[in-house]
């Protein structure tokens, strides 16, 4: 992990409840965490000139849906993620899908769900119940697409919007 990155990540609140989508009040009470969680991530994001997501979920939090964004060779591409909490969560990760990229990197489940058995998920769980949303898109999604947004477009798998 990058300095800039783990700078990032230390000022992204831990949190403390550990709940699910099955555990009634609780699952409340950690869904609070999360959004100050995510907005203070959104904070430091902007604050530093880095915007590069928006995300919203459905009134009980177990589903959730966006846009993320990746600049690249000065053009930049724009992708809808979504995922849905496991009813394992925290203790499983959430699994982040870019539905329009599925099938176009070997980085990549069925559904367009990233890859990240090897570096995230160990890490998740060695922090259950402390990481969260932001967690996983400032350690998961956002170094997944540094590494896999230049490779599709310089190997033309991708191509910008104005390009096509």
């Keep these: 992990m990058d300095n800039q990155t783990k700078q990032t990540v230390q000022q992204i609140p831990l949190l403390t409840v550990k709940a699910g989508p099955r555990d009634g009040d609780k699952w ?9 969680a995510l907005i203070k ?16 979920s459905n009134p009980l939090g177990t589903r959730w849906q ?3 964004w990746y600049i690249y060779n000065f053009k930049k591409y724009e992708f809808d993620l979504e995922f849905d909490m496991p009813v394992t969560y925290p203790e499983t990760a959430p699994e982040i ?60 798998i991708i191509k910008h919007k104005e390009d096509k």
């Design 41 to 56: 991530y959104v904070e430091i994001n902007k604050k530093a000139d880095n915007d590069w997501f928006n995300i919203e």
């Design 97 to 156: 899908a870019i539905p329009e990229l599925d099938g176009k990197t070997e980085k990549m489940y069925r559904g367009g769900k990233i890859c990240l058995t090897v570096h995230f998920k160990p890490l998740w769980s060695r922090n259950v119940p402390h990481f969260g949303i932001a967690h996983a898109l400032a350690l998961g999604l956002a170094p997944w697409l540094a590494a896999e947004v230049p490779h599709l477009v310089d190997n033309g």
């Design 28 to 36: 409340i009470d950690r869904l609070k965490e999360e959004y100050q």
């Design 66 to 68: 966006g846009k993320c």
